[in-house]
Structures are given as structure tokens and as C-alpha cells.
């Protein structure tokens, strides 16, 4: 749940997101980077397996998975570890790891974090807690670390939690809580772990649970298709306090299983964020062409705004502002818009959608992927203030530089600076004349960028140019008639984006004819 720090995002960001034109790239935002957080990898310990969950209170990270060990960023695996069983902490601020070592005796698949940020409820496969019963489920102390006297049992998997109120809602594998039947949706007390009579009774698993930011609605994602013995194909928005289905005409957009070869096609809701007035909704599929992409649905109405249908399994989704960025292994995004990358492009891990529009922005990181990971798919999950953004999974690598299972981002004043553009190239065939050309160069920040042209001191020309990360550089050319005939010049080329300034060298001197 993002509803847990206030979100501040530049002016410049928000603006930016809410302007874009059909089609049509993102502006640069002041900061020197376009979204609300920068592509730049920030320093934080690492993992030595995969991380599943993150929840964000105060200045803590709580990060939870299969990993048994943190250590320092830069530090190969078996170097300067500390025993962390499935669960810890690192600080916000500098990425260290903290001193919460409890210890669990299995894997953790979802963390959450009460409103007042005082407390996280943990959830997974773990049985004990510090040596302490606890089934599945267990609260701590954000502030002090300390394991708190809830104590409902699930006789299953916890794979989502959620919190409102005074009220725990979770998600999984189980069908018992506190010894009542619970078919894979619940929800207890915050204050006292007591059962709730809210009972959805899901016929299958739960990946995904959220509640609306107003606390009006639960929405649930899985493999189900029927939820109170109602037709609900993997989503369904819920009353918070009776458990009934509401409509919710955006669910139509993911597309009903298909079971039958050649067209087999079954898709499930991985992780739902919701965001102000807006729930976003991301789906992994089975079969070639499946549906794996991102919805985007109106709160109060339930009907689809917009749609992505990127393919590529999309695995965490986080809004920051009118930014919705994402961990997914999408390795085509042509069926979006015909200029966006398509398959043989390689595998985009991370990506950012604008939160109206749905078009892709300018943010540009990546990971990778641990093929010996039991899930092979790069970023798992995602948290987020309005400064900054966690990502964990089962990657080895982000930008190409060793740091696994989790990783962060910020809005950090400056961002990336693009490469520097080679020389342009300068000749001179017809009198008092010269004809220049360059190439652009792209941004890990940035769509557009802006290039200047210079002969000494002069300026010679002025160029606005947008390049995706997967798009071939562009040839720019231009005629120089400020020369005389004699004159023995030479330019570069100075590319900005919006705070940051990279110069290429000067190119061979000409003597204009």
C-alpha cells in the first residue's frame, strides 16, 4: 500500500505527466530528469536471494522474501553478510541495513504498513516468529522492532496484505483463519488480530489485495474466477465491511481464460496499487500473446481509463504523482503504440507509464533476471514515497553494475547526464558554406533532450530531439552560412536536459571554401 507518506512530486513532473499528447514523448522536467524519481542507482545493501515484499514506515525499509542473508552494496555474494531470515530493514536514507534480525522460520511474500505507520504486518509461509508461534501472519513495531501479541492463525499461505483503519485484509492460499473457514480472503483486527466477519470466499488464490485510498473498497487479484459464487474473472473490488462485489466494468478489459490450444491464454492480476482516485492493475499471462499489461480504472466507478498491453509479465506497479512505474520482464510494447519497442529489442525490466495517458515516459533503468531464481522474471515488488522508489526481485544486476534482490531509486537533484555525443562531422563543399551533422545520443532520464551546435563562442543552432532508449540514434543535419570564405573553423555539439550540460569534442578544423 502506497498510502503511507504523503506524496510530494515536482510541480515540473506532475505537469509533464498531465500534458502529454497522444502519442507523443515526455518534456523534461527541471530536476534534469522527467518522472518523479531518476534511472540513478542509489546505494543499498543487497540480498543473496530474492526479495518478494516492501513496505516503507517512517525511515525504514521493510523488506521481506527467500533470502537468509543482507550484505553491503558492491560486496559479491558470501562477502560482509548478516544473517537476516527472510525478513529486515534498511534505512531510507542511506540504504544500510538496520539491527531487525528476527528470526522466522520461513519465506515472507507480503509486508504492509498501518496508516499511522507504527506498525507492519508480515505475511507468507513462516510458522514461528522468534521462536513464537506464529502462523503465517505476525505484526512488529515499525519503530522499535518489537513482535507485537497479534496473533490470528492461517492455515495457509499469506500472499497479500493490506491494511485500513483498524482492519487487516489479506490474500492468499488458506482456507481457515483462527480455526473459521476462510476461503483465500480475510480480514482481522489491527488492534487485537481478532477475525472480522468480512468473508469474500474466493474459489482459488489471491497474488494481489489493496484498498482504496478513501477506505470504501477492497480490490482482490488472482487466479479465481468466482468470488462469493459470482463470476469474477482474477479481479473484483469489494465492500470493506460486507465482503459483496461491486461492479466494476474495468475488469472486462482482461481477457476470460482460455483453455483450449492454439489460442491458450490464461491471465492473473499480479499486484494492484491504488492511488488517489485511480486503482492500477497488473496482470501476468500464460500463452503466447497473453494478456500481461496494466490497467488503470476509475475508484468511484469502476470503468477503465486506459489500458497498456505490453507483453511481458508485469510483476509490481507503484504510482508516485502521475507516474505509474513498473517492474515487468516486457520485451514487447508494439501493440501500445507502433514506435515503441518491439520484440527482439531485448528486456525492459523497469519502465514508467504516465498515469493519465498510460504512454510510456522517460525512465530507463534495468535489471536482470538470476536464471537460477525460482522465478526468473527480474523486479518482484515495489514500494515508494513521494522521494523515492524500492525495487526488490530476484535480479543479479541494475545498470549493469552487481547489486541483487533489492535496489532504489530517488529524486536526487541532476539525474543522469546522457553520453557525450561524438564530434560532429564538419565539411565544406560550396563556397562560405558548412555542412555539419551529428548524432543523438540517449538518456536515461529523458525523452527529449536539446542540442546545441557551436562555432567558438558562436552559436549556430538550437535542435529539440526525442529518442526511446530503443530507438536508433538520429542523424541531425544542418547548413553553417555565418563562415567566410578562408575562415578556418571548427564546432561541437552540447546536449541538455534541462539541468545537466555533456559537451562532445571539437570536431577537425575546415577551411570554408
Request: net charge positive; proline share 6%; hydrophobic share 40%.
Amino acid at each position: 500500500m502506497k498510502k503511507l507518506v504523503l506524496v510530494l512530486v515536482t510541480a515540473a513532473a506532475v505537469v509533464a505527466a498531465a500534458l502529454i499528447p497522444p502519442g507523443a514523448p515526455v518534456v523534461a522536467a527541471a530536476p534534469g530528469f522527467g518522472t518523479a524519481v531518476s534511472a540513478v542507482k542509489q546505494s543499498s545493501w543487497q540480498t543473496n536471494a530474492p526479495v518478494n515484499a516492501i513496505a516503507i514506515a517512517g525511515n525504514n525499509v521493510f523488506v521481506g522474501g527467500l533470502f537468509t542473508r543482507v550484505r553491503p552494496p558492491g560486496k559479491p555474494a558470501g562477502q560482509g553478510e548478516a544473517v537476516r531470515t527472510y525478513l529486515a530493514s534498511f534505512s531510507r536514507t542511506s540504504g544500510n541495513a538496520s539491527g531487525f534480525a528476527p528470526k522466522l522460520n520461513g519465506p515472507v511474500w507480503s509486508i504492509a504498513t498501518s496508516l499511522d505507520q507504527k506498525w507492519i504486518v508480515v505475511g507468507g509461509d513462516f510458522t514461528t516468529v522468534n521462536g513464537q508461534p506464529r502462523n503465517r501472519i505476525a505484526m512488529f513495531n515499525a519503530a522499535t522492532g518489537a513482535l507485537s501479541s497479534f496473533r490470528p492463525s492461517v492455515n495457509f499461505r499469506v500472499k497479500a496484505v493490506a491494511i485500513y483503519g483498524n482492519s487487516v485484509f489479506f490474500g492468499g492460499s488458506f482456507g481457515r483463519v483462527s480455526g473459521v473457514e476462510r476461503n483465500r480472503l480475510a480480514a482481522v483486527a489491527l488492534n487485537s488480530g481478532a477475525l472480522l466477519p468480512w468473508n469474500p470466499n474466493a474459489n482459488d488464490d489471491v497474488y494481489a489485495i489493496d484498498v482504496a485510498d478513501n477506505g470504501t473498497k477492497v480490490y482482490a487479484g488472482g487466479p479465481f474466477t468466482t468470488v462469493r459464487g459470482q463470476h469474477h474473472n482474477t479481479l473484483v473490488a469489494l465492500n470493506n465491511s460486507t465482503g459483496v462485489p461491486y461492479a466494476m466494468p474495468a475488469a472486462s478489459a482482461i481477457p476470460e481464460p482460455v483453455l483450449v490450444p492454439p489460442n491458450k491464454c490464461v491471465t492473473r492480476v499480479k499486484d494492484i496499487d491504488t492511488y488517489g482516485s485511480k486503482v492500477f492493475v497488473a496482470n501476468g499471462g500464460d500463452g503466447t500473446g497473453c494478456y500481461d499489461g496494466i490497467l488503470a480504472a476509475d475508484v468511484a466507478t469502476g470503468k477503465l481509463l486506459w489500458q497498456s498491453k505490453c507483453l511481458g509479465a508485469t510483476e509490481a506497479v507503484k504510482a508516485i504523482g502521475n507516474w505509474l512505474y513498473k517492474g515487468s520482464h516486457a520485451h514487447n510494447c508494439s501493440p501500445d503504440e507502433p514506435s515503441y519497442f518491439k520484440d527482439g529489442s531485448g528486456t525492459h525490466y523497469l519502465l514508467v507509464h504516465s498515469g493519465v495517458t498510460g504512454k510510456l515516459g522517460p525512465w530507463f533503468p534495468n535489471t536482470d533476471a538470476d536464471p537460477n531464481s525460482s522465478t526468473k522474471v527480474g523486479p518482484l515488488a515495489m514500494a515508494a514515497t513521494g522521494t523515492d522508489l524500492w525495487v526488490g526481485g530476484d535480479f543479479l544486476k541494475v545498470n549493469g553494475t552487481g547489486q541483487q534482490g533489492i535496489t532504489r531509486f530517488t529524486n536526487a537533484i541532476g539525474g543522469a547526464k546522457a553520453p557525450a555525443p561524438a564530434a560532429p562531422a564538419a565539411n565544406s563543399p560550396v563556397a562560405n558554406k558548412v555542412g555539419l551533422s551529428f548524432r543523438t545520443v540517449v538518456d536515461p532520464d529523458n525523452i527529449t533532450l536539446t542540442y546545441k551546435v557551436y562555432q567558438g563562442t558562436r552559436l549556430v543552432g538550437t535542435w529539440n530531439r526525442n529518442t526511446y532508449k530503443w530507438q536508433a540514434s538520429q542523424l541531425v543535419t544542418y547548413t553553417d552560412t555565418g563562415v567566410k570564405s578562408g575562415q578556418q573553423v571548427n564546432y561541437r555539439v552540447e546536449v541538455l536536459d534541462g539541468r545537466n550540460v555533456v559537451k562532445s569534442a571539437t570536431s577537425a578544423t575546415v577551411v570554408v571554401r
